[in-house]
């Protein structure tokens, strides 16, 4: 099975917008926990079920980033030219 998803160029604005919202919050989920649990407030045994949900965020998450990471082909031309302007 394949899961078939419109392209990226033809999503509307608002749609968009929605996404990076949501990886957004996804990640403002997992940074807050993560704080908790540095602090010593959340305890990840006491809290099994937070942090189940919060690991699978944390998962979903990388996932987008790799996929992100692979798929976009997008590079700042001015960085491009600074970096041929400098040699490297």
Same mark, same amino acid.
Do not use: C, F, I, K
């Given at each position: 099975m394949h899961l078939h998803l419109p392209h990226a160029d033809r999503l509307s604005?608002?749609?968009?917008t929605f996404r990076e919202a949501f990886w957004v919050i996804v +990640? &403002?989920?997992?940074?807050?926990f993560g704080f908790f649990?540095? +602090? &010593?407030a959340v305890s990840p045994t006491t809290a099994g079920a937070a942090t189940i949900v919060v690991?699978?965020?944390a998962a979903l998450y990388a996932g987008h980033a790799?996929?992100?990471s692979r798929h976009s082909d997008t590079?700042?031309?001015r960085f491009v030219r600074a970096r041929e302007r400098r040699g490297f």
């Open positions: 604005a608002s749609t968009r +990640l &403002g989920v997992v940074a807050v649990l540095m +602090l &010593g690991a699978g965020l790799w996929y992100a590079r700042d031309p």
